[in-house]
């Protein structure tokens, strides 16, 4: 007889509503056949994964029961760099750990982590088990998942990241609603707007980013937009890099009409586009 396998892992979640949705990592229940959520008075249930995503790395589980403890979700796009912020979560199966810290950068992409990163990153300190366990401010409210951290040791180096909150609530809208998540796509390869290009181009910052090809065809082809077009904003919110228009795009919705600001020839235009549904992995 072939010998039967059974593993098991640890992890942590929040619940957010009361009747008991929780958010995780995808990475904690993504593959899991059974999911059992212990909660801190001792009361245990079975789970079921309502859907998960992977290139977020979000995932959203649900529970039955009554009188459950609901953590409230606050707003990520408020959150200050230096603020205080604490870590809730089951490192190494100590349940109920908590630690501090502050916001010591947001906007964190290009650490490949995830498909879609926007980072908050803080020194609170992060272990293996706090996965998918809420970080929350001062006002008692979530602002973000604790998904990984960047260490040499396997342990807290004092670098943990989480994904922010208003990232996770785009996905978990979806996943209630289908089951699934269906993002935005422009049609365009991008690149960083480096120093040496700011001054081939004429541009006063290094902020933005490049169009290095136009798909065609695609939105981005239909509203006009060329190979080196440097996109300023989205929908009128400043574009630091590729990571942060990838996700601008991919949280809107498709057939969504957005406005770009463009730098072109030495000057700024406006650019109307209808964006399309994400079929690959071009932004």
């Given at each position: 007889q072939p010998r039967k396998y059974r593993q098991?892992?640890?992890?942590?979640?929040?619940?957010?509503?009361?009747?008991?949705?929780?958010?995780?990592?995808?990475?904690?229940?993504?593959?899991?056949?059974?999911?059992?959520?212990?909660?801190?008075?001792?009361?245990?249930?079975?789970?079921?994964?309502?859907?998960?995503?992977?290139?977020?790395?979000?995932?959203?589980?649900?529970?039955?029961?009554?009188?459950?403890?609901?953590l409230p979700l606050g707003n990520?796009?408020?959150?200050?760099?230096?603020?205080?912020?604490?870590?809730?979560?089951?490192?190494?199966?100590?349940?109920?750990?908590?630690?501090?810290?502050?916001?010591?950068a947001k906007g964190r992409s290009n650490v490949n982590i995830a498909d879609y990163e926007d980072f908050i990153q803080t020194d609170a300190a992060i272990n293996p088990g706090n996965s998918g366990g809420p970080?929350?401010?001062?006002?008692?409210?979530?602002?973000?998942?604790?998904?990984?951290?960047?260490?040499?040791?396997?342990?807290?180096m004092g670098i943990g990241f989480a994904i922010p909150i208003n990232m996770a609530e785009f996905v978990k809208d979806q996943l209630i609603k289908s089951g699934k998540v269906t993002r935005g796509q422009l049609g365009v390869m991008i690149g960083p707007v480096e120093s040496d290009l700011a001054d081939y181009f004429d541009l006063d910052r290094t902020k933005g980013t490049v169009i290095t090809e136009v798909v065609k065809g695609s939105p981005a082809d239909k509203a006009g937009l060329k190979t080196g077009d440097i996109i300023l904003k989205f929908n009128g919110k400043d574009v630091d890099g590729p990571g942060?228009?990838?996700?601008?795009?991919?949280?809107?919705?498709?057939?969504?009409?957005?406005?770009?600001?463009?730098?072109?020839?030495?000057?700024?235009?406006?650019?109307?586009?209808?964006?399309?549904k994400l079929t690959d992995t071009i932004t």
């Open positions: 098991e892992g640890q992890g942590s979640g929040f619940i957010f509503s009361k009747d008991g949705y929780i958010l995780t990592n995808n990475h904690v229940v993504g593959d899991a056949d059974v999911i059992t959520v212990k909660l801190n008075d001792g009361r245990e249930y079975k789970a079921k994964v309502i859907g998960s995503d992977k290139k977020s790395d979000v995932a959203l589980i649900k529970i039955e029961g009554k009188n459950l403890p609901v990520s796009d408020e959150i200050e760099i230096g603020e205080w912020v604490v870590a809730i979560g089951n490192p190494f199966g100590l349940t109920e750990t908590l630690t501090f810290g502050i916001v010591s970080l929350i401010n001062l006002e008692g409210k979530a602002i973000g998942i604790n998904s990984a951290i960047f260490s040499r040791s396997g342990g807290n942060q228009l990838k996700n601008l795009v991919g949280m809107t919705s498709p057939k969504a009409k957005v406005n770009l600001l463009v730098f072109r020839d030495g000057k700024e235009k406006k650019f109307a586009v209808k964006i399309s």
